[in-house]
């Protein structure tokens, strides 16, 4: 396989690339998008087998079902990260290890509805949450310690509409790839 082939497999929606400028209208589209992800995600993997599941949509990466697990646990990490900063004075938040998390049997065998259910319930709320933010708001932030960066909301709902049309494009091109219904 081809580097650019690898590349359009990994990042199949390119990779993140923040704005230059968060305008209302912006953050309004993404938290849309954070919001109505869920039922596409439902959508486009209920129906699917288990063999389907458990088909890496790349060489090297993930199942079908470690991605959807994977959107819930990164997503969690989202939805206290921000309320962290919204109750704390630019904290600094605790990461985890997605690869070793990832690997557990919980991500590798367990079915997908009981997370499709937290993911809808967990994106309704945090939804809910970053649409009643003021400008003010928008703009606290944690520091990520990885690389001991200040991150801020307005940051965070851009990055999370992205993971998770990533990851559905992940699903969706596999399947299309697979010629999956």
Not at 133 to 151: A, D, K, M
Request: aromatic share 10%; with cysteine.
């Amino acid at each position: 396989m081809e580097n650019s082939d690898f590349e359009k497999l990994k990042y199949p929606i390119g990779k993140f690339i923040a704005p230059s400028t968060y305008s209302k209208e912006y953050l309004s589209r993404k938290i849309e998008e954070i919001a109505q992800f869920p039922e596409k995600l439902t959508q486009e993997t209920i129906h699917l087998s288990d063999e389907e599941l458990d088909t890496p949509y790349r060489p090297d990466g993930w199942t079908v079902r470690q991605l959807i697990h994977h959107c819930a646990e990164s997503h969690m990490n989202c939805f206290i990260r921000i309320k962290w900063a919204l109750t704390e004075n630019n904290p600094v938040i605790k990461a985890y290890d997605e690869v070793l998390w990832s690997a557990l049997p919980d991500n590798l065998e367990m079915p997908i509805q009981p997370t499709l259910s937290l993911l809808e319930g967990l994106h309704f709320r945090l939804a809910y949450l970053l649409k009643s933010l003021s400008e003010t708001e928008l703009e606290r932030s944690f520091i990520h310690p990885e690389n001991n960066s200040e991150i801020k909301i307005k940051q965070m709902i851009a990055t999370y509409a992205w993971h998770g049309n990533h990851h559905l494009a992940h699903i969706t091109t596999l399947k299309k790839n697979k010629n999956w219904q």
